[in-house]
């Protein structure tokens, strides 16, 4: 199994930064694509990064300019730098990674944090 646990949420103005953290543990043979997703209250969950392990990176339009999401392969953990902050912006923030674990090597799965919520509030 893998386990994904982000950090660095919490509550900002608008206009600020803030970068979260996310990283993958357990029992890993390979991650694939690490990214994030956010859903706020009443709204369907949404893409707003992802990087592959080679470093190409997609962005939601709205948040282009202003996330941006890196990774850093040996420690298997994802960022996402968010700078510029949106009332709009305000979700809860999920991490995700396609992976295979150690145990079913070649399957792959898609693993999903708990959430860490951002809240862009003056």
């Known amino acids: 199994q893998v386990q994904l646990v982000e950090s660095g949420g919490g509550l900002v103005q608008p206009g600020g930064s803030l970068r979260l953290s996310c990283a993958a543990s357990g029992s890993i043979f390979i991650i694939n694509t690490m990214g994030w997703y956010r859903q706020a209250p009443g709204k369907q969950r949404e893409l707003v990064a992802t990087?592959?392990?080679?470093?190409?990176?997609n962005y939601a339009d709205s948040v282009k300019g202003r996330f941006t999401i890196s990774r850093d392969n040996a420690k298997n953990t994802v960022y996402l730098q968010m700078s510029s902050l949106k009332p709009e912006d305000t979700a809860v923030y999920y991490c995700?990674?396609?992976?295979?674990?150690?145990?079913?090597?070649?399957?792959?799965?898609?693993?999903w944090g708990q959430g860490t919520q951002v809240t862009v509030s003056s």
């Open positions: 995700q990674t396609t992976a295979a674990s150690l145990r079913t090597p070649l399957e792959m799965y898609d693993y």
């Open positions: 990087i592959t392990s080679g470093g190409r990176t």
